[in-house]
């Protein structure tokens, strides 16, 4: 093989590792987003679970202050009753007092009813929490991971740039801007080889004469389908 070619090869792989490890790079962001959604949304379904729980609660306190409220119309309603004279007005309080005792009959079901809901959200809310706890612990374990990742990249990076920056420095500047091109509008892939008569960068098959001139290794031959430049398939 050419030495124009091998010093081209082996800095197209160093640029295809770069090209690589960025890409990961740029994951990572999506993934950390992807860990804090999982935990956003189990802080919200824990917020709701205690908004339900409050809300319930309120419903109960609301329901034993309006029973109060009666008990304590129904004294003032008998203390009135004892006070008067007038049978008349004695059953109409008294009509009153059973009305209330009623209401507060009712109200006092309806207590029952809410402490059960109280009880349900209650473990709602206590689920919500462990669930919540799990989930930071996944996300906590994967943000660490990410991290990791980032900075294990990000030192692979430095290395393959310090490698990259030897093997540049030994290529021909007579084909180095055309590789370069090359990188930028052929998707990564300067460089493809010559397999079974065709560029394996493209699949298509060449023409005879350029097929001797690589399988030759006397001068550096362009694919006349893609312009990528041709080595022999070893």
Same mark, same amino acid.
Do not use: W
């Given at each position: =093989? ?23 790079? #740029?994951? *990572?962001?999506?993934?950390? #987003? ?6 956003? &949304?189990?802080?919200? #379904?824990?917020?709701? +679970?205690?908004?339900? *729980?409050? +809300? ?57 009813? +809410?402490?059960?809901?109280?009880? @349900? ?15 930071? &612990? ?6 660490? !991971? ?6 294990? =990249? ?7 740039? +310090? ?8 290529? !021909? ?11 930028? !509008?052929?998707? &990564? ?18 023409? #005879? !004469?350029?097929? @001797? ?22």
């Amino acid at each position: =093989m050419l030495d124009e070619i091998r010093g081209l090869l082996i800095l197209q792989d160093r640029d295809r590792r770069l090209i690589t490890l960025g890409k990961e790079l #740029a994951k *990572l962001p999506q993934e950390e #987003a992807r860990a804090n959604a999982k935990l956003n &949304g189990d802080t919200a #379904a824990l917020k709701k +679970a205690h908004d339900e *729980l409050i +809300a319930i609660e309120l419903k109960v306190k609301k329901i034993e202050m309006d029973a109060e409220t009666r008990r304590t119309t129904i004294k003032r309603l008998q203390t009135q009753q004892f006070e008067t004279k007038k049978n008349d007005e004695y059953n109409a309080l008294g009509h009153e007092v059973v009305r209330y005792k009623k209401e507060i009959d009712d109200l006092e079901t309806r207590e029952l009813e +809410a402490m059960e809901e109280v009880d @349900i959200f209650r473990k709602k809310q206590t689920e919500a929490q462990a669930q919540l706890a799990k989930t930071k &612990g996944f996300v906590e374990e994967d943000l660490v !991971s990410i991290k990791q990742r980032h900075t294990q =990249m990000e030192e692979q990076v430095k290395e393959v740039k +310090a490698e990259r920056e030897k093997h540049v420095a030994e290529v !021909s500047e007579d084909y180095l801007p055309l590789y370069v091109k090359l990188m930028k !509008s052929k998707d &990564g892939m300067a460089i493809g080889t010559l397999k079974d008569g065709k560029c394996t960068g493209c699949h298509m098959k060449v023409i #005879a !004469s350029t097929a @001797i001139a690589v399988q030759g290794e006397k001068e550096v031959t362009q694919c006349e389908n893609c312009g990528r430049i041709l080595a022999v398939d070893e």
